[in-house]
Every structure is written in structure tokens, then in C-alpha cells.
């Protein structure tokens, strides 16, 4: 069974950086993508970046310059440094996984940002 791994989170101040990371364990494949998506309180999750196996990428408007989403293929985590982080960056931020039709998600880890 494939499960998702994420460490990284916490609490931050604005301007200041954290880095996410993400290992799935469980899986005989090589996913087609990973990424990582966040959702704010009441709000739908939503993408913050992804990176395809054959390493295209695809960030949100907000992230874009700030955030690095980066991937190691052949241990299946996938990582995301976060720069110049802002208060309207909290949220849970959720690793994610695909193969095929098959999604898989992590259990979330919480980023807060203080202005």
C-alpha cells in the first residue's frame, strides 16, 4: 500500500523560509508526477506546484519565485523550499502522488507564517 510522508512544516515568520519534504513508501512504480497542494480554512485545496517525471513543472501565480519544488525520482520524495514566505502562505500543505488514475495524498502538515 503506497503512503505518503511529509515533514517540514511549522511556524515561521514572514520573509523567512521553510522546506517540505515528502517520501512515498510502498510503491513498485515511478509516480508521473508529485506535488504538493495546500488548503486554507473553509477554502478547496488547491495547487501550489508540480513536477511531471520528466521534470516539467507547474506552479501556482502566487508561489511562482519564491516557492522550488524539486524531485528525487529514484527514492520517489519530492521536496519544496519555500523563500520569502508571506501570512497568506498558511495553510495545511498536502504532498501528493499520481500514477495513472491512482492519487495518493499525505496527512498534511501544517505552515504558519507571522507578519
Known amino acids: 500500500q503506497v503512503q505518503l510522508v511529509e515533514s517540514g512544516g511549522g511556524l515561521v515568520q514572514a520573509g523567512g523560509s521553510l522546506r517540505l519534504s515528502c517520501t512515498a513508501s510502498?510503491?513498485?512504480?515511478?509516480?508521473?508526477?508529485m506535488g504538493w497542494y495546500r488548503q486554507h480554512p473553509g477554502k478547496q485545496r488547491e495547487l501550489v506546484a508540480r513536477l511531471t517525471r520528466f521534470h516539467s513543472t507547474n506552479y501556482d501565480d502566487s508561489v511562482k519565485g519564491r516557492f522550488t519544488i524539486s524531485r528525487d525520482g529514484t527514492k520517489n520524495t519530492v521536496s519544496l523550499q519555500m523563500n520569502s514566505l508571506k501570512p497568506e502562505d498558511t495553510a495545511v500543505y498536502y504532498c501528493n502522488a499520481a500514477f495513472r488514475d491512482l492519487d495518493y495524498w499525505g496527512q498534511g502538515t501544517q505552515v504558519t507564517v507571522s507578519s
Open positions: 510502498g510503491s513498485a512504480f515511478s509516480f508521473d508526477h
